[in-house]
Nanobody
Framework: VQLQASGGGLVQAGDSLRLSCVVF????????MGWFRQAPGKKREFVAA????????FYDDSVKGRFTISRDNVKKILCLQMNNLKPEDTAVYRC???????????????WGQGTQVTVSS
């Protein structure tokens, strides 16, 4: 399974961005998917996860109500809609595929490269 993330950029606080992650290889729909992020000098942190069918999601409290994770199992695309961005959202964002619907980094076995999101105040 190969994952390719895109959509990052430099925005101002309050703006929106939409990250996409295209999945190549095995059947996309068999994997729960997630987004993680890592800011300079900080640990990697969970952002959001979605189950195989896309009807269940959960979020870290820091992004709840602002970010929305979604997936299209036909197009094999995972998305993260980020609204009302804050400077503390600045990080490298990575998509990942798991065998478990989980927020635990250890559950994710396939990772895409990162896409940088920078939010200026």
């Amino acid at each position: 399974v190969q994952l390719q993330a895109s959509g990052g950029g430099l925005v101002q606080a309050g703006d929106s961005l939409r990250l996409s992650c295209v999945v190549f290889g095995r059947t996309f729909s068999r994997y729960p998917m997630g987004w993680f992020r890592q800011a300079p000098g900080k640990k990697r942190e969970f952002v959001a996860a979605i189950n195989r069918s896309g009807n269940r999601t959960f979020y870290d409290d820091s992004v709840k109500g602002r970010f929305t994770i979604s997936r299209d199992n036909v197009k094999k695309i995972l998305c993260l809609q980020m609204n009302n961005l804050k400077p503390e959202d600045t990080a490298v964002y990575r998509c990942a595929a798991s065998l478990d619907f989980s927020s635990r980094y250890e559950s994710y076995g396939y990772w895409g490269q990162g896409t940088q999101v920078t939010v200026s105040s």
